[in-house]
C-alpha cells in the first residue's frame, strides 16, 4: 500500500526459497492496490517485463527481501 503513492503498476514475483511467499498470494493481494499487475515466475522474468513497458520516464523499484534484491542485482549486472 505504501508503493501505490509512487507507481501504479506492480510485478509480483518470487524466489526459489523455501521461505519466499507464494507469487499467486502476492499478485492477488497486489490487484487491490495497483492499476496494473503482472505475475512473473521468476526475478529475471520479472526485470524484463519491467524493461518492456518502461516508459522513458519510468523507473524500476525493486523491493523484498535480501534475496531478491541480490538476485536482482545479478541480473541486471551490478556488481558490489
Known sequence: Q???S???TIIATGLDYK???DTRIL????????????????VNQAI?????????EGLIII???LYTVAEAREW???IG
Not at 493481494?29 to 512473473?40: G, P
Not at 524484463?48 to 522513458?56: R, T, V
Open 76 to 78: 541486471l549486472g551490478i
Open 2 to 4: 505504501m508503493l501505490k
Open 19 to 21: 521461505r519466499a511467499l
Open 48 to 56: 524484463c517485463i519491467a524493461k518492456k513497458i518502461l516508459s522513458n
Open 6 to 8: 509512487s507507481a501504479n
Open 27 to 42: 499478485f492477488d493481494v497486489s490487484k487491490q492496490y495497483f492499476d496494473i499487475s503482472y505475475c512473473a515466475s521468476n
Open 63 to 65: 523491493t523484498g527481501s
